[in-house]
């Protein structure tokens, strides 16, 4: 069994979303097929069709997230320390070019939302910052060309 890193949170976020597909979204769906079929003619009903398309993404989405989590191998950050960047790291970086600064976690490649400053391990900027430790500087590979970031702190938990 493949096994996949990621924080507990992002654990229990993935398990929720299982909960949620299996005690709401799938009857909701099987309700909704049946009153598409009460309609009659199936070959020309949208209504049907559609149900049933949704039926095949929540049943594959089912089956995707039982996979991940009972591969999950949770990591909790708040045990680990160091003063390079691994696995679970808060990182505040600093874009050389801009001065922006940004914050992210590095994640599980399952629980990664850009848009909540969760990245995925297996990005390039995570890669790129994997080892490295405060005051070092990172090129990283972007469409309008490489990008420099100098890493300003690292946290753990």
Known sequence: ???FPMTGPGLLRLEEELRTLKSQERPAI???IAEARAHGDLSEN???HAARERQSFIEGRIAELEEITSGAEVIDPATLSGSHVKFGAHVRLVDEE???EASYQIVG???ADIKAARLSISSPLAKA???K???DAVSVPAPGGDRSYEILEI???
């Open 98 to 100: 801009t001065d922006k």
């Open 133 to 135: 430790k405060v005051g």
């Open 46 to 48: 949208a209504e049907y």
């Open 129 to 131: 910052l994997i080892g």
């Open 1 to 3: 069994m493949q096994k």
């Open 109 to 111: 490649v399952y629980e």
């Open 30 to 32: 099987i309700r909704a």
């Open 155 to 157: 946290r753990f938990g």
